[in-house]
């Protein structure tokens, strides 16, 4: 499988919003796309860039993506990454593709200087649960986890 893991770029926001789609409906999620692809292009695109984005791509399709924030820690005094989504397409799971891409946001996050990296996900995804406790991740109260840096 011959994959990068590259920032997301305008032309991809068509196949974004299909993935996002599709992530919150694995998550049982509730989403309707009005006025977001708009609201996304803002966030990731302009200046102040609010929302940091990653996709996995393969044969020119996209198979996956991150998105991720960078907020302040009381407790820590100092910055910390927040990722906020990561989905795969189901024909990408279990590949080593996750893997990589925690690979890649803990480096972006130590580059910036984070003490850590922090996100949640649901209790039921037990799939999920299980891959970030092997990339070394320990889960908090709420099924929060976070990589410390």
């Known amino acids: 499988m011959e994959y990068i893991i590259r920032p997301a770029a305008l032309s991809d926001m068509a196949e974004l919003m299909e993935l996002i789609a599709a992530h919150a409906d694995y998550e049982r999620a509730a989403f309707s796309s009005e006025g977001k692809k708009q609201r996304l292009i803002r966030a990731i695109f302009e200046s102040p860039v609010r929302l940091f984005c990653e996709v996995v791509e393969e044969n020119k399709?996209?198979?996956?993506?991150?998105?991720?924030?960078?907020?302040?820690s009381t407790w820590q005094a100092a910055e910390y990454m927040y990722m906020d989504c990561l989905y795969l397409r189901e024909e990408a799971r279990?590949?080593?593709?996750?893997?990589?891409?925690?690979?890649?946001?803990?480096?972006?996050?130590?580059?910036?200087?984070?003490?850590?990296?922090?996100?949640?996900?649901p209790e039921f995804n037990t799939p999920a649960i299980g891959f970030y406790k092997k990339t070394g991740a320990s889960d908090l109260s709420k099924v929060r986890f976070t990589y410390t840096l």
Not at 61 to 72: A, E, F, H, Q
């Open 61 to 72: 399709k996209l198979i996956g993506y991150v998105s991720y924030t960078y907020d302040y």
């Open 94 to 121: 279990g590949k080593g593709i996750g893997g990589k891409i925690m690979q890649k946001l803990q480096e972006i996050a130590r580059r910036r200087g984070c003490v850590n990296i922090q996100w949640q996900t």
